[in-house]
């Protein structure tokens, strides 16, 4: 996920954790393993727990436990269906090992074969778990809450996040101290064994409408609450938004869950008894009388992304999930999420069928497996006032899918006391004033400059800040040591106004460059605030290299400097640009441009006519009106400090540009239009990872020498670019139409996994393919039109520019990524055009990127 998004979910993490502080109590630990005293095997989901007490735990899938609680209890149980309750002593406030080996009730229920001293084999024919599971897919689609023509509840959000650490004895921090009003708000109630202190808290209350045909779904928000941080350092919108893409809605229904960016095949999947292996536990009645089987499952292959816990069946003819109690292996190859659970609990309507009444989704994650400190997060949805079937007319719901009503953030706190679903507790109600004030600190303000500065480059002085200090140095053949100096405002200047500005110096050309630019936001709030109405206008003179497009990085980034094979052919460019943007609540937009481009040539690139001499055009001049079309459905985003960074979801994003160069206007030389078709689109294909598909065509009309064709996105860094060709030279190749298909596949470790010596270090393959097809229409070819450029060629005389023909270029890669759980590294190929000079065949790159 993309640059800026990666940096703010690594700021994020190291800031929460280096803030965790070390909390004291004594505590009692209790480790161990439970097995099958007859047959010798783990037993999973045995249940641990202090008698008379909430106090308990659940083996794993290794019949491996570790209990941890405070307080003075001097014995402990082990239960199983069908096994003799086993009890020991314990010793309060010590750490202590039990390796427990349950033996059979002498009384067993129903008739028993025995067929051997084995273990018998798991199958799936003949197994009634299966045959039940295979009950419950087949009426999967008629228990889904879609099923009824129409709904209505009201629905409460609560998306908290806190910092975790060990209830264990310890020094109070002196370092500490002068943040004891935050520290004196740890809870130590809702998870035994750990101190929470809360730094993040969202909640929202809203009345939701469906309808099924046509489908449509209507939400009105009635509250909206949520901690704020300084926009100085955090985009609280985006900050929000990415939460809620790590911690987003699922449904045990659904084929897959996504849970921390990842699909989890669902255990009622259509292919859930192919990972899946399913036991019938238990039978039981439900509150309401109803007949229930707990069906426990866990999965064949315990690194896969899969989960395991327990499922409670009706007995009724619906076979319905009455309630679903997930979690996930520690072995399954997840970044930064040490354990999680998955909670899914469905009420009873008034037709008898089931409805999700509430889902919880709740995760310990830290930097390190086996570190004390970490963050806890809990996302929890619950809805009550359920009505099915009760029509609502056509117009009411035409519109805006999601209507914030205009009172929705002022509420008071008697509004969120009356219709909250779940009293706050007592550390949960504090955070909102706590957060406020710690905001207010010199020494936390401090430490977030200090933050800022490192993660994203920027150094603030009030309303202006200065970077990227990335930028600040850098060097290419043509400028040689280029000095930058750059800065832009904040909101703190103005809200509505946005400047931005740099001065760089080449110490080899000799040449300064510089950009300054301003935006003006229509809406009166910040000009990245979604939905976005600005006019942008900027005057730039630098340097460029044609056909390196970069996403989310500067292109005098000074690791960019680093660069592969001969690179000198370069532009000295004279931009002005006016644009104006306008943004939907329903995620389309469209911008309407004006530029105006004077470019020349440098280094050894030269614009030379047919029979004239060396050098002979010495710059091109053009004017171009443009329009850009947008339409990124249930688009979600975060704004880091330079980029709007979309956040990838299943759906997909549509751009269609049209670019007009007009002749006379300021000079421009050209009539030329352009057009431009970008198709991005998420495959998730579970349990096998997902791929990233862009499609992408163009056509250019009219007759324009090659500059203004289109140059195709070359790489020739050490980085590996999801968007350019990472063995195609810079200017190697130019189109007046062409159409291309990138693919890059991810499959999550599938096969690794299975692999006993790597499937510990949770590495991960990744393979690519990159295609295009093009052409240059006789008419812009130099060789029939001496108007026209001639195609540049290196200092031999050799040709470096050239058109593609019947054959497409043609690249692929495969890597590993996952190492060090940042690093993904490519080994890259070429298949076509091999004969070209200066070419790299086979290549490897590398990339960082921060996920789950």
């Not at 990842?262 to 192919?274: D, E, H, V």
């Not at 310990?364 to 359920?386: C, H, L, Q, Y």
């Amino acid at each position: 996920m993309k640059y800026s998004l990666e940096k703010f979910g690594l700021a994020l993490a190291l800031l929460l954790t280096l803030c965790s502080g070390r909390l004291s109590a004594q505590t009692t630990t209790i480790t161990g393993t439970v097995t099958d005293a007859k047959q010798k095997e783990p037993m999973p989901f045995v249940n641990v727990f202090i008698p008379g007490t909430s106090i308990g735990t659940s083996t794993d899938i290794n019949g491996k436990f570790s209990l941890q609680f405070t307080g003075r209890h001097d014995s402990i149980s082990v239960a199983s269906l069908g096994y003799r309750t086993y009890r020991a002593k314990i010793n309060t406030g010590t750490t202590q090992v039990l390796h427990v080996r349950l033996e059979t009730a002498a009384r067993v229920l129903g008739e028993v074969v025995v067929k051997s001293g084995k273990r018998e084999r798991y199958r799936n024919k003949d197994n009634p778990a299966v045959e039940l599971i295979r009950l419950v897919v087949a009426h999967r689609d008629s228990n889904r809450i879609e099923h009824y023509d129409y709904t209505q509840y009201n629905q409460y959000e609560k998306l908290q996040f806190a910092l975790s650490n060990s209830l264990e004895k310890d020094k109070p921090n002196r370092l500490l101290r002068k943040y004891k009003f935050i520290l004196d708000n740890r809870d130590t109630t809702k998870i035994e064994g750990k101190a929470l202190l809360p730094i993040y808290l969202e909640e929202s209350i809203a009345d939701v409408y469906y309808r099924r045909d046509p489908e449509r779904k209507k939400t009105f928000i009635r509250g909206d609450k949520k901690v704020s941080f300084d926009e100085t350092y955090i985009d609280n919108q985006g900050m929000s938004q990415y939460l809620n893409h790590i911690y987003q809605d699922f449904n045990v229904y659904d084929n897959n869950l996504m849970l921390f960016t990842n699909q989890f095949l669902s255990p009622i999947a259509n292919a859930g008894p192919t990972f899946y292996k399913y036991f019938i536990t238990d039978t039981i009645t439900a509150e309401d009388g109803s007949r229930l089987v707990q069906l426990e499952f866990v999965p064949r292959n315990q690194t896969d992304l899969l989960l395991q816990g327990k499922l409670y069946i009706t007995l009724d003819g619906h076979y319905a999930v009455q309630q679903a109690d997930m979690t996930g292996n520690k072995r399954t190859n997840l970044n930064w999420v040490r354990s999680f659970r998955v909670l899914q609990e469905f009420n009873k309507a008034p037709d008898g069928r089931y409805y999700p009444s509430k889902s919880t989704l709740m995760a310990d994650m830290g930097m390190f497996a086996n570190g004390k400190g970490g963050i806890f997060g809990e996302r929890t949805v619950s809805i009550k006032d359920f009505v099915p079937n009760n029509p609502k007319p056509d117009d009411f719901y035409k519109g805006n899918p999601v209507v914030k009503l205009d009172s929705a953030e002022s509420r008071k706190e008697n509004f969120w006391v009356e219709h909250r679903h779940d009293t706050l507790t007592a550390a949960e109600s504090k955070v909102y004033a706590n957060i406020d004030s710690l905001q207010h600190m010199k020494s936390f303000r401090r430490t977030m400059d200090i933050l800022t500065l490192l993660l994203a480059g920027y150094k603030g002085f009030g309303p202006i800040e200065v970077g990227p200090v990335n930028t600040f140095y850098s060097f290419n053949p043509v400028e040689g040591f280029r000095l930058r100096l750059g800065g832009r405002t904040t909101p703190k200047f103005n809200k509505s106004i946005y400047l931005e500005s740099y001065g760089a110096y080449g110490f080899k050309d000799e040449k300064w460059k510089y950009y300054f630019g301003g935006t003006y936001s229509f809406t009166h709030r910040s000009i990245w605030e979604f939905p976005v109405r600005s006019l942008s206008a900027n005057y730039q003179r630098d340097m460029k290299i044609p056909g390196q497009e970069l996403q989310f990085i500067q292109e005098d980034n000074f690791l960019l400097s680093f660069k592969r094979g001969n690179n000198d052919k370069w532009l000295y460019n004279d931009i002005y640009n006016v644009t104006y943007l306008h943004e939907f609540l329903n995620h389309s937009s469209f911008k309407v441009g004006f530029k105006n481009w004077a470019q020349q040539p440098a280094g050894s690139l030269a614009y030379i006519k047919p029979g004239s001499g060396l050098d002979s055009v010495h710059k091109v001049t053009t004017t171009e009106l443009s329009l850009e079309l947008r339409w990124a459905p249930h688009e979600q985003f975060y704004q880091g400090k330079q980029f709007r960074v979309p956040i990838p979801n299943k759906y997909p994003i549509f751009t269609l540009r049209g670019i007009a160069g007009v002749k006379g206007i300021f000079g421009s030389q050209y009539n030329y239009q352009s057009i431009n078709l970008n198709i991005y689109k998420m495959f998730y294909l579970s349990p096998i990872g997902y791929s990233e598909v862009v499609l992408e065509g163009g056509y250019t009309f009219g007759k324009v020498p090659f500059p203004l064709l289109t140059i195709h996105r070359a790489n020739q860094t050490y980085a590996y670019q999801l968007e350019s060709y990472n063995l195609m030279n810079f200017l190697e190749f130019v189109s007046d139409h062409y159409v291309s298909v990138n693919i890059d596949h991810h499959f999550n470790g599938f096969f690794f996994n299975k692999i006993p010596l790597l499937k510990r270090l949770k590495l991960r393959e990744v393979a690519a393919g990159k295609i295009l097809w093009g052409g240059v229409r006789p008419e812009n070819r130099p060789e029939n039109d001496p108007t026209l450029f001639k195609f540049p060629v290196d200092k031999d005389g050799i040709l470096s520019t050239y058109t593609l023909g019947e054959r497409p270029y043609i690249e692929g890669s495969v890597g590993i990524a996952n190492i060090f759980r940042l690093v993904r590294v490519d080994l890259v190929k070429r298949f076509t055009y091999l004969d070209h000079p200066y070419i790299s065949t086979w290549g490897i790159r590398t990339r960082v990127r921060l996920d789950f």
